[in-house]
């Protein structure tokens, strides 16, 4: 199956069928519009450059050849992707999601359509970012989990806040898994980021493969 590719205004995205995604989506306030705009340069300067190859995987086989142009845009892709992490982690902003009341929203809504629309392997809160690694199921999309997960939670927290407007960023860094050796290195990333982040007994993490 060919991946598909659409747009939400800011850079293509790419999904495929039965794939496994790792996804990071943050609060409106977490990123510097500068940092945004530049790392839109690389991401859509990539693209252009290595464009995105045919399938993704099945959590049950990771089968398709992995060529030396993936690697060098896994690593790319890797490089821009870090970029936003170390920035992330810094914890810019309001940090909304370090208040357990949020965070156990966003837990809630993670956990909700769990193994019906989705399966999820590792998930992790932390202050002003999210990170899920994740398999859609059926008919649901990256696209439309992504818009479940953020919109019901947003209402939910403002409510929760006695705020309006924008709680999370539009936009979202999505990453397509391809081979194991990947999925287990985003599984560990993700397990010890709270620790790296200096977050000590963080309980807003859980690793379920």
Known sequence: MRPAIRSRGYLPHWECGHAIYFV??????????????????ERA????????????????SFSPPYTAADEKRAQ????ILK????????????????DPRVAKVVSDALHHFNEGRYRLYAWC???????????????????????????YS???????????????QREYFDHL??????????????????QKAGLKNWPWLEVLR
């Open 24 to 41: 990071t989506f943050r609060l409106a306030d977490s990123l510097p519009q500068e940092l945004l705009a530049r790392l839109r340069e």
């Open 45 to 60: 300067a990539l693209d252009r450059a290595i464009p995105p190859r045919s399938a993704g995987v099945s959590p049950a």
């Open 76 to 79: 790319k892709l890797n490089a």
């Open 83 to 98: 970029k936003a992490e170390q920035c992330l982690d810094e914890g810019r902003g309001a940090c909304h999601l370090q």
């Open 125 to 151: 809160i932390m202050p002003n970012h999210v990170h899920v690694l994740f398999s859609p199921i059926g008919e649901s999309t990256l696209e439309t989990i992504l818009h479940a997960w953020k919109s």
């Open 154 to 168: 947003a209402k939910k927290i403002n409510k929760l806040l006695g705020q309006t407007g924008h709680f999370w």
């Open 177 to 194: 898994v391809r081979h194991e050796s990947s999925l287990q290195k985003i599984t560990e990333y993700i397990g010890q980021n709270p």
